[in-house]
């Protein structure tokens, strides 16, 4: 929790591109790699049966691309993060190194994940993405600036215009996208109103014994 | 114009507005496995905070567990660290927990309704995406990653956007061996797996209201797989019978007090919705989700897409599905071999599940190639059905009859696909590797649908196979 309270406004670094729509939590991380007590050691399993066929042998895929190595900006097209809501989908992006998204659309619990832990996912439109695709499967050394304030990523001579809803903008620009916080923050009116709800107040659970 | 029961239940459930301009919402019931709890449980511990309502907190363990030697220590050393991380979680900070020697362990989204502790009118959180299955009984259930565990179990809160709400009308009747399964798949096929996004689905209408609960729970079950964030059915007599004298709901005068409750909270009549879909249930055939994504469905006799004739966005998909799967555009899917047949899930594990498959391969056997699993979806499950000989049935049609697990539905405990094997599965995902192999195949239909397949060894038409039920 280290990275709590910090404002994040700009994101740089270069970028790789993970191409496909409805690219579901599944193919992120394969769910025989969620047996595990901490998210520590997930990085290594991201896109992991994407990266490595049964033998083990690697296989073609911008994350075994030595060009993209270091890469923290993630390029991706429709509904990405779809299915599961294991956070560990992006915890291992994360580990890996990924700090910002860019994609056309992103699956909303994905995203929220994401927001959670200081990542944010933007939003481009089709022709945007592809421009961006493009220029970094051409140019990997490519440096990306994400400012969030203004809404703009520049990348080598491109600038593009992204969306962020209102709430991510507001979380990141004010370092406040650790949700515990805020939440605690509001505990006596947490206890108002679970006070006043029928099924706590009128009728609450039976419990039998034993 | 009146309001819709999200409206309702979200403005109760409203603490206040959170700087970030999200609703701070309380949550009246969070629910808690093994596999996105332990990280937050870890989280508190850094903060040194406490969990806020243990007492509406429930605790089981169910994605790791093996189906078939369930003895401890388990066999899979990390599965036994994870059962234990949680028992051990739940001693310490007092939330009940329904262990395998408890009796009422299960798939977490089957012991929620079954226990009564998933009500009309509350606001439902788990560390899994198909929380939204307790949406069918007139509750607004939302899955959630570990992070937002841990706010759940530190503030009994979560910050979320607003909903917007769309209402699903099916009308019409569904026909015999045409089942609630086949509704939902359709559903998706139709608006697709990013659809519902920034969505609640309400489904209505005669084909729903006609449904018994365990069936509307299957609905709600895959609403997160059309890309809703929840979805629900408004509560009425069916839910409040379905209630009635289970373990957690109040009894006597306190039940009294609930069902007036649970009839307030249900939409209006001329309740406003952002948006509306109509279904005919009239016409609607079984369905066999055969791709990478549940949307990629068709009725059994219809006949798979062909690339050429798909939108370029659908075309994309399809095509990696279809080197995925290397099946054939334009073929029917019927006549399809399978591997393997799993009827479980917390889509349609439960009793009324395994009764329609009991009936349909009673004194019949299973193709010899085929794997036949039936896995039950809780301890309670299996208890009944074992009350009423469906065991038996299934054993000697060539099933194995299993304990209690999320089993085949994703590859995190002993069952899963070998290799490229074909699963005709009663499931809620067909993703690449979801059975946990990476070249493995799923075909997902109504648990009617998997017997017939395991019977003819091949996809089947399970209106052929007998005269089937009704739900």
New interface residues.
């Given amino acids: 929790?280290s990275r709590s309270k910090s404002v994040i406004r700009e994101i740089t670094g270069r970028a790789l591109a993970v191409r496909?729509?409805?690219v579901?939590t599944?193919?992120i991380i394969?769910?025989?790699y969620?047996?595990?007590?901490?998210?520590d050691q997930l990085g290594q399993y991201s896109f992991y049966?994407q990266r490595f066929?049964?033998s083990g042998k690697s296989l073609d895929h911008p994350l075994n691309d030595p060009r993209f190595e270091g890469a923290s900006v993630l390029l991706v097209n429709?509904?990405f993060g779809?299915?599961?809501?294991?956070?560990?989908a992006?915890?291992a992006l994360m580990r890996w190194g990924i700090r910002a998204i860019i994609g056309e659309?992103f699956?909303?619990?994905f995203a929220?994940?994401c927001t959670?832990?200081g990542v944010p996912t933007l939003t481009v439109g089709n022709g945007e993405i592809e421009e961006l695709m493009k220029l970094v499967e051409a140019e990997p050394q490519t440096e990306f600036r994400i400012d969030l304030e203004s809404r703009q990523v520049q990348a080598g001579s491109s600038k593009v215009s992204f969306s962020l809803?209102?709430?991510?903008a507001?979380?990141f620009l004010?370092g406040?996208w650790d949700?515990?916080t805020?939440?605690?923050d509001?505990?006596e009116?947490?206890q108002a109103?679970?006070a006043?709800?029928?099924?706590?107040k009128?009728?609450?659970?039976?419990?039998?014994r034993g | 114009m009146g309001k819709n029961l999200l409206k309702k239940v979200w403005e109760?459930?409203?603490?206040?507005t959170?700087?970030?301009?999200?609703d701070?919402l309380?949550i009246?019931l969070h629910l808690i496995h093994e596999?996105?709890s332990?990280?937050a449980f870890?989280?508190l511990a850094?903060?040194s905070?406490k969990v806020?309502?243990p007492?509406r907190t429930f605790a089981t363990v169910d994605?790791?567990v093996p189906t078939d030697d369930q003895n401890r220590p388990f066999k899979?050393e990390?599965?036994e660290?994870?059962i234990q991380?949680l028992e051990g979680n739940t001693a310490e900070h007092g939330i009940t927990f329904f262990g395998l020697d408890s009796g009422l362990q299960g798939i977490v989204h089957i012991i929620g309704p079954e226990l009564?502790?998933s009500?009309p009118?509350?606001t439902i959180a788990c560390?899994?995406?198909h929380?939204s299955t307790h949406g069918a009984l007139g509750a607004i259930a939302f899955?959630?990653?570990?992070?937002?565990v841990?706010?759940v179990l530190?503030?009994?809160?979560?910050?979320l956007?607003p909903l917007k709400v769309r209402r699903i009308e099916v009308k019409g009747t569904l026909g015999s061996g045409v089942y609630s399964k086949d509704i939902i798949l359709r559903v998706i096929a139709e608006l697709g797996?990013?659809g519902g996004?920034?969505h609640a689905y309400e489904y209505g209408g005669p084909a729903i209201e006609a449904l018994p609960m365990e069936a509307r729970l299957t609905i709600c079950n895959m609403s997160?797989?059309g890309?809703a964030?929840a979805g629900y059915i408004n509560p009425d007599r069916v839910t409040f019978e379905y209630l009635k004298d289970r373990?957690?709901?109040?009894?006597g005068e306190?039940?009294e007090?609930?069902v007036q409750?649970w009839k307030q909270i249900a939409s209006d009549p001329d309740a406003e919705y952002d948006d509306r879909f109509e279904l005919d249930a009239d016409t609607l055939e079984p369905m066999v989700a055969w791709g990478i994504?549940p949307g990629q469905a068709v009725g059994v006799l219809e006949k798979l897409p062909v690339l050429s004739e798909l939108k370029t966005?659908d075309r994309?998909?399809a095509e990696?599905a279809y080197s995925h799967t290397r099946f054939r555009q334009g073929r029917p899917i019927k006549g399809q071999k399978i591997d393997v047949a799993f009827i479980g899930s917390c889509t349609n594990g439960r009793i009324s599940d395994l009764r329609e498959a009991a009936r349909l391969v009673q004194g019949h056997k299973a193709a010899a190639h085929v794997k036949a699993l039936v896995v039950p979806g809780s301890q309670a499950v299996a208890g009944q059905a074992e009350s009423e000989g469906l065991p038996e049935i299934f054993l000697q049609a060539g099933f194995q009859w299993r304990r209690a697990g999320c089993s085949m539905c994703?590859?995190?405990n002993p069952d899963v696909l070998q290799?490229d094997q074909v699963c005709a599965s009663s499931s809620n995902?067909n993703?690449?590797?979801?059975q946990?192999s990476?070249?493995g195949r799923t075909l997902l239909m109504s648990p009617a649908m998997v017997a017939a397949a395991a019977l003819a060894g091949e996809v089947a038409d399970v209106r052929e196979l007998a005269q089937g039920g009704r739900e």
């Fill in positions: 929790m496909g729509n409805d579901d599944d193919r394969p769910a025989r969620m047996k595990e007590l901490t998210f049966d066929d049964s429709k509904n779809c299915g599961s809501s294991r956070e560990h992006p915890q659309s699956a909303e619990i929220g994940n959670a832990l809803s209102a709430s991510q507001q979380v004010s406040t949700t515990a805020s939440l605690l509001g505990l009116e947490v109103t679970a006043r709800l029928p099924y706590i009128d009728f609450p659970y039976d419990r039998p | 109760m459930h409203k603490v206040r959170l700087p970030s301009g999200q701070q309380f009246g596999v996105t332990p990280q870890a989280m850094e903060r905070l806020l309502h007492e994605h790791i899979d990390l599965a660290q994870m991380a009564g502790l009500q009118g509350m560390g899994d995406s929380t899955g959630v990653g570990t992070s937002q841990r706010d530190a503030t009994q809160t979560l910050a956007n797996v990013k996004l920034g997160i797989e890309g964030r373990r957690f709901v109040p009894k306190g039940f007090r609930a409750y994504n966005e994309e998909v990696i994703l590859g995190m290799g995902r993703f690449i590797g979801r946990g990476p070249t």
